[in-house]
């Protein structure tokens, strides 16, 4: 018997003794990370959050992680979130026919107002579609009427994120006038982000679903600098003063969640440089780790041995 716990204890240091360097060397990439980073928010007239999350090794990086933002069109996650989820729960149909009415016309609707009002039919997964690819507030609207703006906060509710809260629609001028703005954190949209990429809130093929609308493409900042083939789900927002992105990286083999919220701005083209500039400084941490070994040799095809 002291043979086998000594043979385990033996293996156990030599596990970790094979560990260590890896994870201290990790450590060491993310300190650098969290140094870039730092250097962009001192250098930013306005205030910055932001939340990133490994979702291999659920290791973080946070500033002003729990600080209430304006969400913008971020928000519009939530909403996409919870059509998908009264999808899978037989509330409604994502194919769904919708006619188009004029009352539905809001400012910032690029098809939407294209449309025939009265005539043109489309599909609720068609006005998600919109919701995302480019930002169309009155499918945005459409969608919020359909799946109810009390079961979007219900469902963020069941996921313990109180301070994440739809609560006007778009374009709603006088509802934010008196204060109800649609707000999130850094910290709780990670989360959300998270739970849906691990199957807490949708079945398999509705996480594909719901990722592969969320991934389509569109003019943000979290892919501004980055490789054109590689895979982003993401939703940016912007008002006065306001910019921010959140979403998902699917770097092949480390998937990551980055978020990150501006406010106060003195110059909104300095928020949105700023979160590009902090979603290029976390892809180079990932893609790297992605790549190397545990010793940190980086092996790229077409690359010999020497």
Not at 38 to 47: A, E, F, K, S, T
Not at 208 to 225: E, H, M, Q, V, W
Not at 235 to 247: I, M, Q, T, Y
Not at 248 to 266: H, K, N
Request: net charge negative; hydrophobic share 40%.
């Amino acid at each position: 018997m002291k043979h086998v716990i000594f043979l385990a204890v033996l293996v156990s240091t030599c596990l970790a003794q094979t560990t260590l360097p890896s994870a201290g060397k990790q450590k060491a990439l993310w300190q650098k990370l969290e140094s870039s980073i730092q250097n962009v928010d001192q250098h930013l007239d306005g205030v910055m959050g932001v939340a990133i999350e490994d979702l291999t090794t659920n290791d973080h990086y946070f500033l002003h992680e729990d600080e209430v933002f304006a969400q913008a069109s971020s928000i519009k996650i939530t909403v996409l979130a919870n059509l998908y989820l009264q999808a899978q729960q037989g509330k409604l149909k994502l194919t769904d026919l919708y006619t188009v009415q004029s009352s539905d016309l809001v400012p910032d609707s690029d098809i939407m107002n294209g449309l025939t009002p009265g005539v043109t039919r489309i599909t609720l997964r068609d006005l998600a579609t919109m919701m995302v690819a480019v930002s169309d507030n009155a499918a945005t609207n459409v969608l919020i009427d359909r799946v109810g703006m009390q079961n979007v906060n219900a469902m963020l509710d069941s996921l313990g994120l109180p301070h994440t809260r739809l609560r006007r629609k778009m374009m709603d001028l006088q509802a934010a006038k008196e204060g109800r703005e649609n707000i999130a954190t850094p910290r709780e949209m990670m989360t959300l982000l998270d739970a849906i990429y691990h199957g807490k809130v949708l079945n398999r093929e509705s996480t594909d679903d719901f990722f592969k609308i969320l991934s389509t493409n569109k003019a943000s900042f979290i892919p501004r600098y980055l490789p054109a083939d590689l895979k982003v789900a993401n939703k940016p927002g912007e008002l006065e003063a306001v910019r921010n992105d959140s979403g998902i990286v699917f770097v092949e083999g480390r998937p990551y969640v980055i978020c990150v919220m501006t406010s106060f701005l003195r110059n909104e083209r300095d928020g949105e440089e700023a979160i590009s500039q902090i979603s290029l400084e976390t892809w180079r941490l990932f893609d790297r780790l992605s790549r190397a070994t545990e010793y940190g040799r980086v092996v790229s095809a077409g690359n010999g041995t020497r």
